[in-house]
C-alpha cells in the first residue's frame, strides 16, 4: 500500500488521531517495526502520559518521528529542512544515512536543537530521530504537522507489539486509548538505533534489519559497535561515551513465561535447567526440522511450533509467536539459538534479552 492508497475509509479515523494528539492525547499507530505508542512532541503533559501509561522510568528518552518530505523520491529529497528544527550539527555522515535508509527502520541519535523538550530526551543533550515508512505512520505524522513520540506501544519491559490488538490487549482496562489499525507489522523488531551525536562516530546502540554491513556498503559509512576500537591510536571504550539506552537493559522484551535458548539439535540439554518438571514445553523449531529426537522427555509434554529460518522471517514473527504462546499457558517456551551472522544480531539481542526478563517474577527487573 503507498501514501496514496490509504484507504478512504481510513482518512476520517486519521484525522480523528491528529485531532487526539492535538488535544494532548495518545494515539497507537503502526510503523514497519513495532506499533508505537504516540504523543505530541511538543506537549510535555502529553509525553507524561506516555512514561505513565507505560510505566518507564521518565530518564528513558523516546524516539521522535517525523514525517517524510512531500515526494519521497530518492532524487530528489531533502531532509535537511525537515530535521533543522530538531538537531544541531547534521554531519554529512548523517545524511548519507538519512539520505539512504530514510523513511525506514533506521533511528539516529543527534545532538538536540535547544527547543527539544528535556521531557522527551531524559535530560540528554541527544535527541533520537526516524521517519518510519509504514503509510499509515506517514499519514499521521504528514496531517500532524510535526513530530510525534512513540515508544512501543507495550507495558515497559515486555514484548513489543505487531498489531493492533496487541496494542489493545496490552492496555486493556488500564487506559482509554486511540489504535490506528494499520495490519501485522512487516518487519517485527524495532528499529536500528545508531549514535551520530559523538562527533564524526557512528556507533550501533540497539541492532536492527538494517545493519552496519549494509551501511557500509550502500554509503560507506562505518559503524562500530559498543566496546570496539575505533581505530590504532583510539581505544576509547565508546560504551562510556554512550547515551541511556532502555532497550540496552539486560532484562527487556519479556514474556510472562519462562524462556530459554537451545543450541541446534539439544531441546533435551536445554530442560536439565528444568529436572523436575512435569510440564508442557512449546519448542520453537526451524520450518519442519524436528528437533525433539525419538524419546522425548520422560516427564514433559512437547509441542513444537514452526518458526521460519531466514532472519527477516523470523523477525518477523518473533513477538507474535513470544506473545501467542504466552497466552497459551506453557510452563517454558524453548527457542533455537540463532545462528551467526550480523543479519541475526536483531533477533539474537531481542531473544537473549527476553529470556533474561522472562518469567512471572520478570516485573522486578525488566524494563522498557
Ligand atoms: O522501531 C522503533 O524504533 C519503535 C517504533 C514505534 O518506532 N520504537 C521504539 O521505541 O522501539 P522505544 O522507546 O521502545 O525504544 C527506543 C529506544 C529506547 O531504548 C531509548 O532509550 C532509545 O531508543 N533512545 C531514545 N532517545 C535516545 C537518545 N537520545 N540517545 C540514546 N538512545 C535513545
Ligand atoms: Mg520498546
Known amino acids: 500500500m503507498s501514501a496514496d492508497s490509504t484507504p478512504l475509509q481510513s482518512s476520517a479515523v486519521i484525522n480523528e488521531a491528529v485531532q487526539t494528539l492535538r488535544d494532548g492525547g495518545l494515539v497507537a499507530f503502526p510503523t514497519e517495526t513495532v506499533y508505537g505508542l504516540g504523543a505530541d512532541a511538543k506537549n510535555p503533559e502529553a509525553i507524561n502520559k506516555i ?6 522510568p521518565s530518564n528513558h528518552p523516546l524516539i521522535v518521528h517525523l514525517a517524510a518530505p512531500d515526494k519521497f523520491d530518492q532524487t530528489q529529497v531533502d531532509w535537511v529542512p525537515v530535521l533543522a528544527p530538531w538537531v544541531r550539527d547534521l554531519s554529512e555522515d548523517a545524511l548519507k544515512l ?11 541519535v543527534f545532538k538536540k536543537d535547544k527547543s527539544v523538550l528535556n521531557e522527551l530526551t531524559g535530560g540528554q543533550d541527544t535527541v533520537a530521530i526516524r521517519a518510519p515508512a ?10 500532524f504537522k510535526s513530530g510525534v513520540v512513540a515508544p512501543s506501544a507495550n507495558r515497559f519491559g515486555r514484548v513489543s ?23 501485522d507489522c512487516a518487519l517485527g523488531i524495532e528499529s536500528t538505533i ?12 540497539r541492532p536492527g534489519v538494517i545493519t552496519p554491513s549494509e551501511i557500509l556498503a550502500k554509503t560507506g559509512v562505518q559503524v562500530y559497535q559498543v566496546g570496539q576500537t ?70 514433559v509434554h512437547f509441542e513444537e511450533v514452526e518458526v521460519p529460518s531466514d532472519s527477516a522471517g523470523f ?54
Not at 538519512?98 to 539516529?108: A, I, K, Q, R
Not at 509504514?134 to 496531517?143: F, I, K, N
Not at 517456551?333 to 512471572?360: H, I, K, T, Y
Request: charged share 20%; net charge negative.
Open 161 to 183: 507489539p505487531t498489531s493492533a490488538a496487541d496494542v489493545r490487549n496490552e492496555f486493556e482496562g488500564t487506559l482509554d486509548l486511540m489504535v490506528l489499525d494499520g495490519g
Open 230 to 299: 575505533v581505530s590504532a591510536h583510539d581505544d576509547t571504550n565508546l560504551a562510556s561515551a554512550l547515551p541511556r539506552v532502555s532497550g540496552s537493559l539486560k532484562a527487556h522484551y519479556a514474556p510472562n513465561t519462562p524462556l530459554r535458548l537451545y543450541a541446534p539439535g539439544r531441546v533435551l540439554d536445554a530442560l536439565s535447567e528444568f529436572p523436575d518438571t512435569k510440564s508442557r514445553v512449546a519448542v520453537a523449531v526451524w520450518d519442519s526440522e524436528s528437533s525433539l529426537g525419538e524419546d522425548g522427555h520422560p516427564s
Open 134 to 143: 509504514h503509510p499509515m505512520a506517514q499519514e499521521l505524522l504528514r496531517r
Open 194 to 205: 545508531i549514535d551520530m551525536s559523538s562527533g564524526n562516530k557512528a556507533i550501533l546502540l
Open 51 to 56: 512514561f505513565s501509561a507505560k510505566g518507564r
Open 98 to 108: 538519512v539520505n539512504t535508509f530514510w523513511p525506514g527502520p533506521l533511528t539516529l
Open 315 to 368: 523477525a518477523s514473527l518473533l513477538y507474535r509467536s513470544l506473545r501467542d504462546l504466552d497466552q497459551q499457558g506453557w510452563d517454558l517456551m524453548l527457542f533455537p539459538e540463532p545462528p551467526a551472522g550480523e543479519e541475526w544480531d536483531g533477533v539474537r539481542d531481542r531473544l537473549q534479552r527476553a529470556c533474561f526478563g522472562s518469567g512471572p517474577s520478570s516485573s522486578s527487573h525488566a524494563s522498557n
